[in-house]
């Protein structure tokens, strides 16, 4: 089976994009790991699904799949993306649009110097939206790691994610840590691991580790957990600039809905052909 995609990223988090629209296909997780695959596929940390949507008033349905096959709830890098290849490919003229998720609506922008803004909608804190096992909805909590506690914070941006501070992003364990915290058994839905190095009131640097992806160059909606986990701690002020490994985002949040903007690159366009196997 051929398809055509695009291949897109966002500060290096980078992405399959595939029109579900034009045509008509809608990968099984054995293609959605065959097509990240980087030795005998495209390569890719995510693959993103533009659809159309049934809802009225709302443009497009984008769907996620993670590397290793999964489906997940959202992905900031990749609204952004989104946003620039369904006007990149003729598939709307609107500079802002209404997209369904499975964790909700969302409205991507894009602005006059080619960056994306995306309202990523209110975050939320109770355990049982991130989903976390806990009786508590305090903003930090003490998660035990083998033989060592660890201080976070649980945040969902449509997403499940668990921010620690760290003295030094460089020298902090993801790699480690990040697979321990992501299957973790107080995450019932595993969960997107952040370490995040406060700078200053306007400035962190980040490392996420992806639940089904591993480690990114960056993660949007880890950014905006970052950010919102720092604020309420009372270590960040709004807007925040986040240095990722792959490039800086900014985010902006006042209480209400988190303001994510930063770049989104198309890469190159073409056909594949599916093996019939998978």
């Known amino acids: 089976m051929k398809i055509r995609f695009t291949k897109m990223h966002g500060l290096g988090n980078d992405f399959v994009v595939l029109d579900a629209i034009t045509q008509a296909f809608v990968p099984n997780a054995a293609q959605v790991r065959w097509l990240a695959d980087r030795h005998f ?13 049934a809802t009225p008033g709302v443009d497009f349905r984008y769907r996620i799949f993670n590397a290793d096959g999964g489906e997940v709830e959202q992905c900031g890098n990749g609204a952004r993306c989104f946003a620039r290849f369904v006007q990149e490919q003729g598939l709307t003229t609107q500079r802002e649009i209404r997209v369904e998720t499975q964790s909700g609506l969302i409205t991507p922008r894009l602005e006059d110097n080619g960056e994306v803004t995306v309202d990523m909608g209110a975050p939320r804190f109770a355990p049982a939206d991130i989903p976390f096992v806990s009786e508590s909805d305090a903003v930090v909590h003490s998660l035990v790691l083998n ?17 620690q501070v760290v003295a030094d992003v460089d020298a902090a364990p993801v790699v480690q840590q990040g697979a321990l915290i992501e299957n973790h058994l107080r995450f019932p839905r595993r969960v997107n691991a952040g370490f995040m190095q406060v700078m200053n009131r306007h400035a962190i640097r980040l490392r996420v580790y992806e639940r089904g992806a591993g480690e990114t160059l960056a993660c949007g909606t880890g950014a905006c957990a970052a950010v919102v986990a720092g604020i309420r701690r009372g270590l960040l002020d709004s807007p925040v600039r986040v240095a990722t490994r792959g490039g800086e985002l900014s985010i902006a949040w006042t209480g209400a809905s988190v303001q994510m903007t930063g770049p989104a690159v198309t890469v190159f366009s073409a056909e594949i052909d599916l093996p019939d196997n998978l």
């Not at 390569?43 to 533009?50: A, M, N, P, T």
């Open 41 to 53: 596929g495209v390569g890719c940390d995510q693959l993103l699904l533009v659809e159309k949507s």
């Open 147 to 163: 033989d060592a506690s660890l201080d976070i914070s649980v945040v969902s941006m449509g997403n499940p994610h668990a921010v």
